[in-house]
């Protein structure tokens, strides 16, 4: 994978600024990538991960195992 996808994935709220750094490549170029990415569909959209335990909310998760013979 592309190292700008994977810091985009690891995390989103990095700015410009601070990816071209990591990439060691201009701010400029980093946005154009961005801009391109998101134009052909590769950028989807950006999510923030959420602490549901903090929410005090019930979840409830299941896992389901089928076996058809």
Do not use: W
Not at 2 to 25: D, F, G, H, S
Not at 37 to 66: H, M, P
């Amino acid at each position: 994978m592309e190292p700008l996808l994977k810091l985009l994935r690891e995390n989103a709220t990095l700015r410009p600024n601070q990816l071209a750094a990591l990439l060691n490549t201009s701010e400029t170029e980093v946005l154009n990538k961005i801009k391109a990415y998101e134009a052909d569909r590769t950028l989807l959209g950006y999510r923030a991960i959420i602490n549901e335990e903090k929410l005090s909310l019930e979840v409830v998760r299941a896992a389901i195992e089928v076996k058809i013979t």
